[in-house]
């Protein structure tokens, strides 16, 4: 049975049609048709039930799909044992997205080699939504995201509330969304909340999908933007940004996402970690 067969029922199932699913896996819709019928003829059974509004699981389909998640997750287990060095006794594979790492992630990965030195770490940067499918795949034992959306067999524990505040070079509140202003993306949840309080803005002249990169955009150009609070404190202690005055806040809770397999000693000590990074 191939592996990617596998892989592109789980993103049929993450997505809830062929079509999305081929966007997941980077093939053509006919190939997710055709990986999913071979797949289905080797198991001899039907998967998911078609229709004009998608695609969903059989009651068979239910029942292969915690096996798929094992199988995958086994898979890619596998291919990283072989070459793990002696001095590990197992991998970590770790997902965030990327504002999570910034002045966050990295210390718990500065954490995590002085205090658990027999865990080899891998780290990833990628998309709520396709960190969440590496989980589903077996891909990452372990993902950092804002919201998650809820998987059968994961668990999300809850970590911080991030804050995301409008800071500015300029000295006060006037013209704050002039053409100086950027636009910074801190995924879907913060692009509706901003489109929602801004109706009437204008496309900006700079907006960025890499929000840390529009940090440093913003001091070397001035102007103002939405960055996390916690990485414009140390500019803001420098006076170099300010918070602006009567403007609105979002509130994004960030939860460690993990399959419930996984192991307790690897995830009391990550959580651990994590807990003790949020004020680093």
């Avoid at 001899?44 to 799909?65: C, E, I, M, Y």
């Avoid at 801190?186 to 929602?196: I, K, M, N, V």
């Avoid at 309080?197 to 496309?203: E, H, I, K, Q, V």
Wanted: proline share 4%; net charge negative; glycine share 6%.
């Amino acid at each position: 049975m191939d592996i990617e067969h596998i892989k592109t029922f789980l993103a049929v199932v993450e997505t809830g049609s062929f079509l999305g699913a081929a966007d997941v896996v980077y093939v053509t819709q006919s190939t997710v048709s055709i990986r999913i019928r071979t797949l289905e003829e080797r198991l001899r059974t039907k998967l998911f039930d078609r229709s004009k509004r998608g695609a969903s699981l059989t009651v068979d389909g239910h029942k292969f799909l915690a096996n798929a998640t094992a199988i995958v997750r086994l898979w890619n287990q596998s291919r990283m044992d072989i070459s793990l060095p002696s001095q590990h006794n197992t991998i970590l594979r770790v997902g965030a997205q990327q504002s999570l790492w910034d002045n966050y992630l990295v210390s718990w990965l500065s954490w995590m080699r002085k205090e658990a030195q027999s865990i080899a770490l891998r780290a990833e940067i990628g998309s709520a939504r396709s960190l969440i499918q590496g989980l589903v795949e077996g891909s990452l034992d372990v993902c950092v995201v804002y919201r998650p959306q809820y998987r059968p067999g994961f668990i999300a524990e809850m970590i911080f509330e991030e804050e995301i505040v409008m800071v500015t070079t300029k000295p006060d509140n006037s013209d704050i969304l002039d053409e100086t202003y950027v636009l910074t993306y801190w995924g879907p949840e913060f692009q509706a909340d901003h489109a929602l309080n801004f109706p009437s803005l204008a496309m900006p002249a700079i907006s960025m999908d890499l929000g840390p990169l529009g940090l440093q955009y913003l001091i070397q150009n001035g102007g103002s933007g939405y960055f996390p609070k916690r990485i414009t404190e140390h500019l803001i202690a420098e006076g170099k940004l300010r918070i602006c005055d009567n403007m609105p806040v979002f509130h994004y809770p960030a939860y460690m996402v993990f399959p419930q397999s996984l192991d307790e000693n690897i995830k009391g000590t990550v959580l651990t970690g994590l807990n003790a990074c949020v004020n680093y």
